[in-house]
């Protein structure tokens, strides 16, 4: 038996870049009138390292990153306590 993340399929489209990110993200919601989205940066052992709050995600969000080990992380969102979006995200410092 494997343990692993079940597969997501978004319900909205979001475009998150630069990707590898060094000092920010910049999230986009294709979502015009979106509730405010939280943001969480987990590392590859499902530990949450990082969280932010979007308010504005349709117009585009600077997210500054705190000083974290370069590496992979699995960066989510979520609208309302759901998750609403993934995407892995390349830390390159």
Not at 25 to 53: C, F, H, N
Not at 62 to 86: C, I, T
Request: aromatic share 8%.
């Amino acid at each position: 038996e494997t343990i692993g993340l079940e597969e997501f399929t978004p319900t909205v489209a979001w475009k998150i870049y630069p990707n590898p990110a060094k000092d920010y993200l910049i999230l986009q919601s294709e979502q015009v009138d979106a509730p405010s989205t939280q943001v969480r940066l987990l590392d590859l052992l499902g530990k949450e390292v990082w969280r932010a709050e979007c308010t504005q995600a349709h117009y585009g969000c600077k997210l500054n990153l705190p000083p974290l080990a370069q590496g992979m992380y699995q960066l989510q969102l979520l609208q309302e306590n759901r998750l609403v979006g993934q995407e892995k995200v390349v830390l390159a410092r």
